[in-house]
C-alpha cells in the first residue's frame, strides 16, 4: 500500500484558484508517476494531469492545458495540482494517483496505470 492524501480542495468562484496537494508517506517514487483524476457527478472519472517523479515529465488533459500545473517536492514527497482561473465545469471530486512510469500519454491516462489512490478532495466552482 502506498498511503495518498490529498488536500486543498474548497468551494471557489469562477476565475478562481486552488491549489491541490497529495502527500505519499512512508517512502520514495523514483520510478514511477503522480497523477490527478476527477469525478463530476454523474460523470465518469477522468484524467487530469500525471509527472514523472524522477524527470519531472508532464502531461495533461486539453481541457486543462494552460490553465492548471503539476507540480512536485521531492524533499516532501508531495506533488501539487495548481488549478487557476476556474470554471463549475471543473466541479469535481479530485483524485491522486501513482503507478509506475510508462512512456506515453495514453499510458499514463489510464486509471489502470495506477495500483494506488487516495480518498479525493472535493473542488466545487461557484458561477
Known amino acids: 500500500q502506498v498511503p495518498l492524501v490529498e488536500s486543498g480542495g474548497g468551494l471557489v468562484q469562477a476565475g478562481g484558484s486552488l491549489r491541490l496537494s497529495c502527500a505519499a508517506s512512508g517512502r520514495t517514487f523514483s520510478g514511477y508517476a503522480m497523477g490527478w483524476f476527477r469525478q463530476a457527478p454523474g460523470k465518469e472519472r477522468e484524467f487530469v494531469a500525471v509527472?514523472?517523479?524522477?524527470?519531472?515529465?508532464?502531461y495533461y488533459a486539453d481541457f486543462v492545458k494552460g490553465r492548471f500545473t503539476i507540480s512536485r517536492d521531492n524533499a516532501k514527497s508531495t506533488v501539487y495540482l495548481q488549478m487557476n482561473t476556474l470554471e463549475p465545469e471543473d466541479t469535481a471530486v479530485y483524485y491522486c494517483a501513482t503507478g509506475t512510469s510508462c512512456s506515453a500519454y495514453g499510458c499514463y491516462a489510464n486509471e489502470g496505470q495506477y495500483p494506488y489512490w487516495g480518498q479525493g478532495t472535493q473542488v466545487t466552482v461557484s458561477s
Open positions: 509527472i514523472n517523479w524522477r524527470s519531472g515529465l508532464t
